[in-house]
């Protein structure tokens, strides 16, 4: 990371944070279609993996590499998540019906919920998720069980990014950057955990 420069007002951290809100202001300008969300959160994720790589974190390389990338898998994943999260909104729906085992079914609902939730979000932070969403998704599903603590640090991401959104709706529109940022670092974690075993 580079030092502060004479006559620079900020140091490259907050240079940093400037970009993660600009990268997520794209971020959920790209997920307004929703189908294009797992392609979307997947591009942030690369472009922020790349501050540690020296390239540049802008929204314009968030463009490009979105660009580049919007193919029928991308497309897939992204109905695939949208039909989950319907499925769930209406069991949680039947759930609160009043039918019986409800209470039960609720608590059931939520915990695969989560999990399924953690899983598609560490595989949107793995950067197979550029090529290939199955490779992404399987080494997703095996660091959420192997690294049980990363999967927490996700559930607290998601539950901080809502909590943002809900207290001040214009922040819904930039939280998704330092969502992206969360699932990255937890990912980089991961990475470097394994790499030193």
């Not at 499925?87 to 039960?104: E, I, V």
Request: proline share 5%; glycine share 10%.
């Amino acid at each position: 990371m580079r030092t502060q420069e004479a006559g620079e007002v900020f140091g490259p951290r907050m240079t940093l944070f400037a970009d993660v809100l600009s990268v997520g202001l794209a971020t959920s300008v790209a997920c307004l279609p929703l189908v294009t969300a797992p392609a979307a959160l997947s591009t942030a994720c690369a472009v922020l993996r790349g501050a540690g790589q020296d390239r540049p974190v802008t929204a314009g390389r968030y463009v490009v590499l979105l660009r580049q990338r919007l193919r029928a898998g991308d497309v897939l994943a992204g109905a695939v998540a949208l039909a989950g999260l319907l499925l769930f909104a209406a069991d949680l729906a039947l759930a609160g019906a009043g039918l019986p085992g409800a209470p039960l079914f609720a608590v059931t609902a939520a915990v695969i919920g989560a999990c399924a939730a953690v899983v598609g979000l560490r595989a949107c932070a793995r950067p197979e998720s550029l090529t290939d969403w199955r490779a992404a998704v399987r080494g997703a599903a095996r660091d959420a069980v192997a690294d049980v603590g990363g999967s927490g640090l996700v559930l607290l991401a998601v539950a901080t990014a809502g909590l943002c959104a809900w207290m001040l709706l214009p922040l819904a529109f930039l939280a998704p950057g330092p969502l992206a940022l969360a699932l990255t670092a937890v990912d980089v974690r991961r990475s470097a955990a394994v790499s030193l075993q």
